[in-house]
């Protein structure tokens, strides 16, 4: 199975700040990756797909980033608005596979 | 707009079963695979099952092989997880999702929980 590093686990910022979360992938998933925000009691919400492609609707301060197995969500411009749980998810091959998630707060 | 509502969850006993469903509407359902997702509680995601549009490919995880059955009705637009010889680890909130193109997940209803307990 693939397995996604995902790091941090939790982090927090503060409003007007730029954040990055990373992923690294065990093995070559190409760009078959996405990532999701989640907020508390809510279901996910898909932000970047192809690890650089914005979803619709989503705002510009979001982006996504490959360095090689290594995969980035870089948010801009902190809003409280971003405070959730992100999750990078691996759709390369079967099984597919999430990050363990990262906890974004902003103080 | 596009809207998937899970029903069926629930309390059930191990060794018993369940079967969630899953309504979707604002889109056509036939065209798209569809994938159930479960989160237990105060944990990550975890991908369960995917079906193809027409229902003639399925996948599991290693977990769920031989004791969960995804299926589709595509004349009825619903998504079912008939899940037997349930486990206390399959608890957990069941999220049905839409798989777009790229086979991410691009829509997700709103969760159903499946606690397994005695």
């Known amino acids: 199975d693939i397995q996604m590093t995902q790091s941090p686990s939790s982090m927090s910022a503060s409003l007007g700040d730029t954040v990055t979360i990373n992923c690294l992938a065990s093995q070559d998933i190409g760009n078959y990756l996405s990532w999701y925000q989640q907020k508390p009691g809510k279901s996910p919400k898909l932000m970047i797909y192809?690890?650089?492609n914005l979803e619709d609707g989503v705002p510009s301060r979001f982006s996504g980033s490959r360095s090689g197995s290594d995969y980035s969500l870089t948010i801009n411009s902190l809003g409280y608005d971003d405070e959730g749980i992100y999750h990078c998810h691996q759709y390369y091959e079967y099984p597919l596979t999430f990050g363990s998630g990262t906890k974004l707060e902003i103080k | 707009e596009v809207q998937l509502v899970e029903s069926g969850g629930g309390l059930v006993q191990p060794g018993r079963s369940m079967k969630l469903s899953c309504a979707a509407s604002?889109?056509?359902?036939?065209?798209?695979?569809m994938a159930w997702v479960r989160q237990a509680p105060t944990k990550g995601l975890e991908w369960v099952a995917t079906i193809s549009y027409d229902g003639s490919s399925t996948y599991y995880r290693d977990s769920v092989k031989g004791r969960f059955t995804i299926s589709r009705d595509n004349a009825k637009s619903t998504l079912y997880l008939q899940m037997n010889s349930l486990r206390s680890e399959d608890t957990a909130t069941y999220y049905c999702?839409?798989?777009?193109?790229?086979?991410?997940?691009?829509?997700w209803g709103q969760g159903v929980m499946v606690t397994v307990s005695s």
């Open positions: 604002g889109f056509t359902f036939s065209n798209y695979g």
């Open positions: 999702t839409r798989e777009a193109r790229g086979y991410y997940f691009d829509y």
């Open positions: 192809g690890a650089t």
